[in-house]
């Protein structure tokens, strides 16, 4: 397998997950908004080929080509079911797994990245820098909704770690890099699971 990715972006989800899981793999460093000229850049047009929207992450695997952070969490998670990244003995925890998944990307992530897209990403006359403030009251009626789908136990599934926990640590430690008000008690998930060595190792390849 090869992973592009680019420092603690979303790739860095991928990135993690598979050094949980112990799978042979080759880390790529893709430049964001770098000159299309550049070799490494996610604009170069032969990267453009796997991504077409020169975005990270990509992972590829013979002629697979997966452009989507979640897709690849659950592609690495089933490759490596020793893992147990996803737990295979319950219908009822897949269906967990799906709504807290569901979750981060259509509303824990979505005002980190709006923030991020007006703060630096969308060309500079779409940028509206008021929309700041929306992104805040968002991020704090999703944080305000994840306390209720979450119990309070060490892991979001039963009791071990699988790829939601991989998803929310990074999702809480990019709110903080991004400035927004994360609570003392998300915080500490982050920390927990950034101790752990396979997320000590991923950031050990993009430092
Ligand atoms: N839905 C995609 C989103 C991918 C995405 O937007 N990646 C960002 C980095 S986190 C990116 O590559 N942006 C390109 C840029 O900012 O130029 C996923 O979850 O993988």
Same mark, same amino acid.
């Given at each position: 397998m090869k992973l592009y990715g680019f420092g603690q972006s979303r790739s860095f989800r991928c990135l993690w997950a598979l050094e949980e899981a112990g799978l042979p793999y080759e880390y790529v460093n893709t430049k964001l908004r770098? $000159?299309?000229?550049?070799? $490494? !850049?996610?604009?170069?047009p032969s990267y453009l080929e796997l991504n077409r929207q020169g975005k990270v992450p990509t992972l590829t695997d013979g002629d697979l080509v997966l452009t989507e952070s979640l897709a690849i969490l659950n592609y690495v998670a089933r490759s490596a079911?020793? !893992?147990?990244?996803?737990?295979?003995? !319950?219908m009822k925890a897949y269906a967990r797994i799906d709504e807290l998944n569901s979750f981060v990307l259509a509303e824990l992530e979505q005002p980190l990245w709006s923030k991020g897209k007006h703060w630096f990403a969308l060309p500079e006359e779409h940028r509206i820098p008021q929309m700041f403030e929306t992104a805040k009251f968002e991020f704090q009626k999703a944080v305000n909704t994840l306390d209720h789908l979450l119990g309070d136990g060490e892991y979001a599934i039963g009791k071990r770690f699988t790829l939601v926990d991989i998803m929310l640590a990074h999702t809480f430690n990019w709110a903080i890099r991004f400035e927004f008000d994360v609570p003392d008690h998300y915080r500490a998930l982050r920390d927990r699971h950034y101790e752990r060595p396979a997320a000590q190792r991923a950031m050990a390849i993009v430092s």
């Open positions: 770098t $000159e299309a000229e550049d070799p $490494e !850049s996610a604009k170069h079911p020793e !893992s147990g990244l996803l737990p295979y003995d !319950s």
